[in-house]
């Protein structure tokens, strides 16, 4: 079993920043690509960037420029440092993790979420 577990959100003003972080444990062979997802109220569930494990980034077009994803792989840890908010970008924020198990199989893990709200 695999537990993702987010550091809280927060309030914070509108041009603020915060830092969110979300760490894997359990029993895993690989943490493969991880990243944040956000659903505001009454919207669905959508991707705000993700990291493979090489590296490499992809951002949702809102944040490019204001938010920047890395991770520790030693740690197993996802960060998402959150610029220049804006009150659109106040949301449940969810880490996610795909993680190959002993036995080779990939899965897709989820945090339970942190509110991140942003005042105007």
């Known amino acids: 079993q695999v537990q993702l577990v987010e550091s809280r959100g927060g309030l914070v003003q509108a041009g603020g920043s915060l830092r969110l972080s979300c760490a894997a444990s359990g029993i895993m062979f690989r943490v493969n690509a991880m990243g944040w997802f956000r659903q505001a109220p009454g919207a669905q569930r959508e991707l705000v960037a993700t990291i493979s494990s090489g590296g490499s980034t992809v951002y949702a077009d809102s944040v490019k420029g204001r938010f920047t994803i890395s991770r520790d792989n030693a740690k197993n840890t996802v960060y998402l440092q959150m610029n220049s908010l804006k009150p659109e970008d106040t949301a449940d924020y969810y880490c996610?993790?795909?993680?190959?198990?002993?036995?080779?199989?990939?899965?897709?893990?989820w945090g339970k979420g942190t509110l991140v709200t942003v005042s105007s």
């Open positions: 996610n993790a795909r993680v190959t198990d002993p036995f080779a199989h990939d899965m897709d893990y």
